[in-house]
């Protein structure tokens, strides 16, 4: 077997020896530096085991791939690496390249996977759309120059490590291979490729081998041990090739009828996909002599399981606490998909936005939609935020969908920038109380307040009031509580001062007295594990359970929710209860209309991309599948068990929730085309 011996064959190997061994030190770094497995005690230690072999069948599949260019290299006839300097060079480039390109992939993947809890994705090519607020951003947060010193000092290291075997293998003696040894070697070195690129040498079906997929590493259900599984090159690769299509007319049909009872759209209506529907003066109408101020409130990043009145165990929040005391308090609140700009796109459009690569908000094809916002009638409108609204092309979708809109943004404001996302937080509620302080009395207005102070990098202002950092406690002590630093915890802490800061100065001005303060988290930002929440941590709710609270206390009395309320739902529920009729063309429903499914129900998306995870949610269940409908599962969210799957147990939920969630996705995929205004 004097194949065997060949110096192009041994160089290979080592090139393949030396790509997989840099993946499985990255793959460590990855557990041990971002995963919430080795910090989760009660992990499937079985489920997590099988996630990691499946990696490292990934990364030696990668090896191999980028081993190719240099076989190539290496087996040209008469120009080749052992006998042209030429090929060599090419050798050389090829290996920095790739190299760089690796450690840029995995630098990308672990800081994707810190922000967003999911392993890098095709959906991240949205931040190439705010290459400024992104770059910054990233460069306030993370030792940028350090990383990059390491990624240069791991690909000199690297190559110089590969320049070693080059001269050591490839400058050794020829071993006289005879042509039949080097067929017998070629076939053996083809069947193990194959295998190794195959991923799998058992359960093979030869007419139609079917290689190793991402999907296997989240056959546990769990979503943190799935990603132990993932090779973060090969995965967003394969998000890539994923086909997109915008909606499927005829799903849309199927479950149009459902989706009119849902809705309740009036029988004599339900025609050609009709989703508008004119919605009378409801009983429950408030009472006023003049039409009430409505001020939403965006928190960044804020989690219900970061607020003390939702059952954090330490102290976060004391404002907002006292204001769902005093008003009304959602228990059971959710966003349909995470992330900020997913969420300002429901709470205007009343659509969940599923677009399964970047936020809907970024399609010229739909940012002009119709909003409940518009029936309020002479409203005059607000739009505040501290930094560049062109973020996620916001200002586009806004400025496009709500009538007459006043948009206030970085450069309005007299104060100065504190971070990437603008002016702090304190300061963007003191201009702008001052701003809807000055407006007339009989002059109704809606004002939308968007924080972002919440976020990365946590940056706490040092003209900020009388805020005062809590330094007792320890990094590992508020990692019980989800916390992955106190910068994190502080953050929090610093949100809720500027909201007891802004509440006071309103209490001052002459609206106060008739506005409707609504106060909702746009989603959760990174956590760790949250044991005051098992349900939301295990079933990756997390991230769509936000607080929601309604202060008004001329017009509400104190009063806990503890129906499933979603954010679509909140512009219609304003609309109710100011009384005004108005026409409704979303997915959105006033909560205190009778809900036609009986226990409230609200559609969340548990897992994002061309390929998502997403469900139903109630008070009692959450119903979750494939974006197909395949892999359904019913979960009691108060169970000590909640992964268990109860769809046998409660068939009646389970069919109703089931219906209703598919309906929900193609429904709302379809509604973005067919929601657009297309008035002149």
């Not at 090739?241 to 849309?252: A, H, Y």
């Not at 100011?578 to 226990?599: I, K, W």
Request: with cysteine; aromatic share 12%; hydrophobic share 45%.
């Amino acid at each position: 077997m004097t194949w065997l011996k060949s110096r192009r064959l041994h160089y290979l190997l080592a090139m393949t020896a030396l790509f997989f061994s840099l993946m499985v030190i990255l793959r460590a770094v990855f557990y041990f530096g971002f995963s919430e497995i080795p910090s989760t005690p009660d992990a499937d230690s079985g489920a997590v085991l099988s996630a990691l072999g499946i990696g490292l069948r990934f990364d030696l599949r990668l090896a191999l791939l980028m081993m190719l260019p240099l076989a190539a290299l290496a087996y040209l006839p008469r120009f080749n690496l052992l006998t042209s300097a030429v090929m060599r060079v090419l050798a050389h480039a090829y290996l920095i390249v790739a190299l760089t390109l690796l450690g840029l992939t995995y630098i990308l993947d672990f800081g994707h996977y810190a922000y967003l809890g999911e392993r890098l994705n095709v959906t991240a090519l949205r931040f190439l759309q705010d290459t400024r607020d992104s770059t910054l951003m990233v460069w306030e947060s993370y030792p940028v120059i350090w990383i990059t010193l390491g990624l240069i000092g791991g690909v000199a290291g690297s190559y110089w490590l590969a320049r070693i075997a080059e001269r050591k293998l490839l400058q050794r003696s020829a071993a006289g291979i005879s042509g039949l040894q080097a067929t017998a070697g070629f076939l053996i070195c083809f069947a193990l490729f194959f295998f190794a690129i195959l991923g799998r040498v058992s359960n093979i079906n030869i007419l139609n081998p079917i290689p190793l997929r991402w999907s296997e590493a989240f056959v546990s259900g769990d979503r943190a041990i799935g990603a132990l599984g993932l090779n973060p090159v090969l995965y967003f690769r394969d998000t890539l090739l994923i086909p997109v299509s915008p909606f499927d007319k005829e799903k849309v049909a199927e479950y149009y009828p459902l989706m009119a009872e849902h809705l309740g759209i009036p029988e004599d209506q339900r025609k050609d996909l009709n989703f508008e529907r004119m919605v009378e003066v409801q009983s429950h109408k408030i009472d006023y002599e003049r039409p009430p101020n409505v001020v939403f409130i965006m928190l960044e990043s804020l989690g219900a399981s970061r607020v003390s009145s939702y059952g954090l165990p330490i102290e976060s929040t004391p404002n907002l606490d006292q204001l769902s005391r005093d008003g009304w308090r959602f228990e059971n609140f959710y966003v349909p998909v995470t992330g900020t700009a997913k969420t300002i796109w429901a709470t205007f459009t009343g659509i969940p936005d599923v677009a399964p690569t970047e936020s809907a908000s970024r399609n010229p094809l739909t940012s002009h939609q119709r909003t409940v916002l518009n029936e309020f009638p002479d409203y005059r409108n607000f739009y505040f935020i501290g930094g560049n609204a062109g973020w996620a092309n916001l200002d586009g979708l806004v400025q496009q969908t709500i009538d007459d809109l006043e948009l206030h943004e970085e450069g309005d404001w007299q104060s100065p920038d504190v971070d990437v996302w603008g002016i702090s937080d304190l300061n963007l509620f003191r201009e702008s109380n001052r701003i809807l302080a000055d407006l007339p009395d009989d002059q109704p207005f809606f004002a939308f307040i968007q924080t972002a102070g919440n976020h990365r990098p946590f940056t706490i202002p040092e003209n900020n009031g009388d805020f005062q950092p809590r330094t007792d406690l320890s990094d590992e002590e508020l990692a019980k509580f989800g916390f992955r630093s106190a910068a994190q915890f502080n953050a929090v802490r610093l949100l809720d001062y500027n909201v007891g800061e802004y509440m006071k100065w309103a209490r001052e001005s002459d609206y106060f007295d008739n506005t409707i303060f609504v106060f909702f988290g746009d989603h959760s930002n990174r956590i760790t594990t949250l044991p005051h929440m098992p349900a939301m941590d295990q079933l990756g709710l997390e991230s769509n359970h936000v607080p929601h609270i309604i202060y008004a206390p001329r017009y509400l009395k104190p009063r806990v929710i503890e129906d499933s309320v979603g954010l679509v739902d909140v512009l219609p529920t304003m609309a109710g209860m100011l009384g005004f009729p108005y026409r409704n063309t979303t997915l959105g429903r006033d909560f205190q209309m009778p809900a036609p499914e009986g226990e409230r129900a609200n559609f969340v998306v548990l897992q994002e991309g061309p390929s998502p995870i997403y469900g139903m949610v109630t008070k009692d269940f959450l119903l979750q599948m494939n974006a197909d409908g395949s892999n359904a599962s019913l979960h009691d969210l108060h169970s000590d068990t909640p992964k268990q799957d109860l769809a046998a147990a409660h068939p009646e939920v389970y069919e109703r929730l089931f219906k209703l969630a598919r309906g929900q996705y193609e429904t709302a995929r379809y509604l973005f085309y067919d929601n657009v205004d297309n008035k002149e």
